[in-house]
């Protein structure tokens, strides 16, 4: 039986593999929402913004240290040759995006905010 922390870290993952997708991918079932950088993110150039983008993409170094209620909803890494640490989280909010979703685990209550930023800027 899946439970409902397990239900949103699915629909986390799919979201933030997926993100950038057509609106038409949405409608089969991928979760909405937006994807926002930091102007810290934007200033480190599109070569390294890439190379953030696929490491937040492919992210699934998952743990009890960042991920205590297994819901997917946050991680960080380091960049390859400057060992800049990123951080990345994924914000629940209703249809409007203008309170908190009441449940996050239903797609048709919410939309996603996935947040990718330098610590400096959490």
Same mark, same amino acid.
């Given at each position: /039986?899946?439970? @409902? +922390?397990?239900? &949103?870290?699915?629909?986390?993952? /799919?979201?933030?593999?997926?993100?950038? /997708? !057509?609106? =038409?991918?949405?409608? =089969?079932?991928?979760?909405?929402? #937006?994807?926002?950088?930091?102007?810290? &993110?934007?200033?480190?150039? %599109?070569?390294k913004?890439?190379?953030?983008?696929? @490491?937040?993409? $492919?992210? $699934?170094?998952?743990?009890?240290?960042?991920? *205590?209620?297994?819901?997917?909803?946050y991680? +960080?890494? =380091?960049?390859? $040759? $400057?060992?800049?640490?990123? &951080?990345?989280?994924?914000?629940?909010?209703?249809?409007?995006?203008?309170?908190?979703?009441e449940? *996050?685990?239903d %797609? !048709?209550?919410? #939309? #996603?905010?996935?947040?990718?930023? %330098?610590? +400096?800027?959490?």
């Open positions: /039986m899946t439970n @409902k +922390s397990e239900i &949103i870290a699915q629909q986390n993952d /799919m979201f933030r593999q997926n993100f950038g /997708m !057509s609106l =038409q991918d949405y409608i =089969q079932g991928t979760p909405s929402g #937006r994807y926002v950088v930091t102007s810290g &993110i934007q200033c480190l150039g %599109l070569f913004q890439s190379e953030v983008h696929n @490491k937040v993409r $492919n992210f $699934n170094d998952f743990n009890e240290d960042n991920d *205590p209620h297994g819901e997917h909803d991680g +960080s890494f =380091q960049l390859e $040759n $400057n060992k800049q640490k990123i &951080i990345w989280k994924i914000d629940y909010y209703d249809t409007t995006y203008e309170y908190g979703s449940d *996050p685990a %797609l !048709s209550k919410t #939309r #996603r905010v996935l947040t990718v930023m %330098l610590p +400096s800027e959490y």
